[in-house]
T-cell receptor, first 115, second 114 residues
Framework: GENVEQHPSTLSVQEGDSAVIKCTYS??????FPWYKQELGKGPQLIIDIRSNVGEKKDQRIAVTLNKTAKHFSLHITETQPEDSAVYFC??????????????FGQGTILTVHP | DTGVSQNPRHKITKRGQNVTFRCDPI?????LYWYRQTLGQGPEFLTYFQNEAQLEKSRLLSDRFSAERPKGSFSTLEIQRTEQGDSAMYLC????????????FGPGTRLLVL
């Protein structure tokens, strides 16, 4: 089955700095890689996703890069703000994308942005 | 609000009792997923529906768990004879139904079994 490893488990930055979170996955057939942000007491909210036919995707201060050869993908947040503080999860589809879209999640990264 | 909704948001029960949670997906979303999330962990897949058909069940879903989606719209997740180990956040997500599309999560139901 799919295994997703996420690092670091905690990340503390100053406001305005950049933050990078990395994930590796085990199934080379995986083809879809979403990132979710989860605030305390709430469900995960999709912030960006990437499919395997592109290497990078950007949405304002958030970007995701994908290296299919190395089987890893990363979340980049620039010009961090205190409201970016949350738990971030990467995910990939189980069974290499041949299943019905069920996702395997990483262990999460607690991001703290200090004013 | 047209997002995924879940009820109740919180449930406290005593060990051995039965509980039922409800999920209302985004309108016209064919796919509905249930996940479980314990403290400090990412969500773990439990089960999946394509319209009213339950097509996948994780081995995490013991015989005490049952899920339904009778008319292909809302879904219920029932846990019978609850155990303390069932304490977790139960998350529902829906997606439109293409091969691999974004899953939109609800706010979750937090269960505490005493």
């Amino acid at each position: 089955g799919e295994n997703v490893e996420q690092h670091p488990s905690t990340l503390s930055v100053q406001e305005g700095d950049s933050a990078v979170i990395k994930c590796t996955y085990s199934d080379s057939a995986s083809n879809y890689f979403p990132w979710y942000k989860q605030e305390l007491g709430k469900g995960p909210q999709l912030i960006i996703d990437i499919r395997s036919n592109v290497g990078e995707k950007k949405d304002q201060r958030i970007a995701v890069t994908l290296n299919k050869t190395a089987k890893h993908f990363s979340l980049h947040i620039t010009e961090t703000q205190p409201e970016d503080s949350a738990v971030y999860f990467c995910a990939a589809p189980l069974d290499g994308g041949t299943s019905y879209g069920k996702l395997t999640f990483g262990q999460g990264t607690i991001l703290t942005v200090h004013p | 609000d047209t997002g995924v909704s879940q009820n109740p948001r919180h449930k406290i029960t005593k060990r051995g009792q039965n509980v039922t949670f409800r999920c209302d997906p985004i309108s016209e979303h064919n796919r509905l997923y249930w996940y479980r999330q314990t403290l400090g962990q990412g969500p773990e897949f439990l089960t999946y529906f394509q319209n009213e058909a339950q097509l996948e069940k994780s081995r995490l879903l013991s015989d005490r768990f049952s899920a339904e989606r009778p008319k292909g719209s809302f879904s219920t997740l029932e846990i019978q004879r609850t155990e303390q180990g069932d304490s977790a956040m139960y998350l529902c997500a829906s997606s439109p139904g293409q091969v691999q599309e974004t899953q939109y999560f609800g706010p979750g139901t937090r269960l505490l079994v005493l």
